[in-house]
């Protein structure tokens, strides 16, 4: 019997643990730092755990080689994940843009399946047991933890990356990979929300709104995104906003997030909508010209980042003072100061370099034996389930061991 030794009991370490344990010639160790497993799993979804979604495609995957991903997300699909929970007993719904949560609407019940799946398939769970250092030890591996020492045949990092810090994001998994020979890129927060000048957002904290979102410095577009944003004290949340924060957190100073909160609706319709209301409604104050088709406060705000006083009656208002509004709605700019840190991020973008593991297998080039899935790697997706497609796919080809 060959002992296989997972570190990291998260969703990749899991669905690695379980995947082992299907060779019943396989002893599985689950090593996981934290008092119980899969602690961030809870938090993913904002507690109702976004676990995949129908559309994963290499397209919404990042890293210095995204192509690199391409082999684990087509050998596991969303349609395998499915398969995969329904066998464990547990109920999904699919929701808008094809994201998947658990029926209950828990992320509890994804990790409480998981756990009984690994108990039912003998795998070995070691909480509260941090790995500090890794040895070569003959054909195998020596762990040294901090209470104490395992030895494996085949071992398997799945420690995650350093996001999510007050969950359990660590940089424990890159330090042992390095130690093994192994580099990694630079690390940044993804999936996070964005600081920006601070007067609109301050104002309008807790409003959320439909909108397109783009990335720009100056007349160059860097990314862009749509659906919803919320607007916060210091910034802007949401998954459109995090879609974009990735090249958000890297892009350095003079850049703009420019929000229209009319995204797919023709200019000339909105500016007669417009027309009409002040002549139907000439007495009516000017903050009030968006009431109904933007959220009260946001549509005050428009009326006064437009340059207008909003007690002033709508009959006041000429034809160009409307196009005005209208183009405050349609490009709301507010300069971008940077990205939250990795404790309120959802993701790591970068990690251990892909070039040093083998797509197929996620063996390592350098030490056989030896395999990692999940955050860990350079490999990172977009909002709305895609990260955890990609733990579990990597997991269940890392969990294969080169079979």
């Not at 996981?32 to 976004?50: D, I, P, W, Y």
């Not at 398969?83 to 828990?106: K, N, Q, W």
């Not at 130690?179 to 959320?208: C, D, F, I, M, N």
Request: a neutral charge; charged letters at 20%; glycine letters at 14%.
């Amino acid at each position: 019997m060959k002992t296989v030794a997972v570190i990291g009991g998260g969703a990749s370490g899991l669905m690695a643990a379980l995947t082992a344990a299907q060779n019943e010639e396989n002893r599985v160790l689950l090593l996981e730092r934290q008092q119980r497993l899969g602690r961030k799993l809870l938090a993913t979804g904002n507690g109702r755990c976004n676990l995949t979604n129908t559309q994963a495609s290499i397209a919404h995957y990042h890293g210095e080689d995204p192509g690199f991903a391409r082999f684990a997300l087509e050998r596991f699909t969303p349609a395998d994940t499915l398969a995969f929970f329904r066998s464990l007993g547990l109920l999904t719904v699919e929701e808008r843009g094809g994201r998947i949560y658990p029926l209950s609407d828990s992320a509890n019940s994804v990790l409480d399946v998981l756990r009984f799946a690994a108990a039912s398939a003998g795998v070995e769970p070691h909480t509260a047991c941090r790995v500090v250092r890794v040895t070569r030890a003959g054909g195998g591996f020596s762990l040294e933890c901090e209470t104490g020492r395992f030895s494996c045949d085949r071992l398997i990092v799945a420690c995650g990356g350093a996001a999510g810090g007050k969950l359990g994001g660590v940089t424990d998994g890159y330090e042992l990979l390095k130690s093994l020979g192994h580099a990694r890129t630079k690390l940044t927060p993804s999936l996070v929300q964005l600081l920006t000048a601070p007067e609109y957002p301050r104002a309008l904290k807790g409003v959320r709104a439909d909108a397109a979102v783009a990335l720009r410095r100056g007349s160059e577009l860097l990314a862009r995104s749509e659906g919803e944003v919320q607007f916060i004290e210091n910034g802007l949340s949401g998954p459109a906003v995090f879609d974009v924060s990735r090249t958000a957190a890297r892009c350095g100073e003079g850049a703009e997030i420019a929000l229209d909160f009319f995204r797919g609706r023709g200019g000339d319709e909105l500016a007669q909508m417009l027309r009409a209301r002040r002549d139907a409604l000439p007495e009516l104050e000017a903050g009030e010209l968006l009431c109904g088709m933007l959220h009260n406060r946001l549509g005050r705000m428009c009326v006064k980042y437009a340059g207008l006083g909003g007690a002033a009656p709508l009959s006041s208002l000429s034809d160009a003072d409307l196009a005005r509004v209208l183009a405050a709605c349609r490009d709301f700019r507010l300069p971008l100061r940077g990205a939250a840190g990795f404790d309120g991020a959802q993701v790591t973008a970068g990690g251990v370099s892909t070039a040093q593991f083998d797509p197929r297998t996620l063996e390592s080039r350098l030490v056989p034996g030896l395999f990692a899935c999940g955050e860990v790697l350079d490999v990172d997706g977009d909002c709305g389930g895609y990260n955890l497609q990609w733990a579990w796919a990597s997991g269940a080809l890392a969990g294969r061991l080169g079979t």
